[in-house]
């Protein structure tokens, strides 16, 4: 899975930006995951209607084949992820692809959105 992650031709999600992403979860046709660790959540709240699958527990509650799998994530519904910085959404999106969740987004920071105008709940 490593070599997975940091391999620049594997497939990766596709950049989306805050309206885009908030307009698909409101309209319940997307899976909004935060990948941040349950600590960060505790500081800064998360995106309303966001689950928590940090990236350390992805392969195991985000694999469609193990019965540890996130039930959200089973459907096959699109999926957009987000982080802090965008940096962990990016490796996330290539470990979902690798997992074969065939349409992924990658919102990057949590600010994304934020600023366009998605509620935070803490």
């Given amino acids: 899975m490593l070599l997975t992650l940091f391999n620049p031709f594997s497939p ?26 349950p600590s960060e959540l505790e500081q800064g709240g998360r995106a ?13 509650r985000a694999d469609p084949n193990s019965p540890h ?14 982080c802090a910085t965008g940096a962990r959404s990016g490796l996330a999106g290539k470990m979902l692809r690798k997992l ?17 105008g998605g509620e935070l709940e803490r």
């Fill in 12 to 37: 990766k999600a596709e950049p989306l930006d805050g309206a885009a992403a908030v307009a698909m979860v409101k309209a319940g046709n997307a899976v909004l995951v935060d990948v941040r660790e």
């Fill in 48 to 60: 309303k209607g966001a689950i928590n699958v940090p990236v350390s527990a992805l392969e195991r």
């Fill in 69 to 82: 799998c996130q039930p959200a994530l089973k459907r096959g519904a699109p999926v957009i992820l987000y």
């Fill in 100 to 116: 074969g969740h065939e349409t992924v987004y990658d919102l990057g920071p949590i600010s994304a959105w934020s600023a366009a």
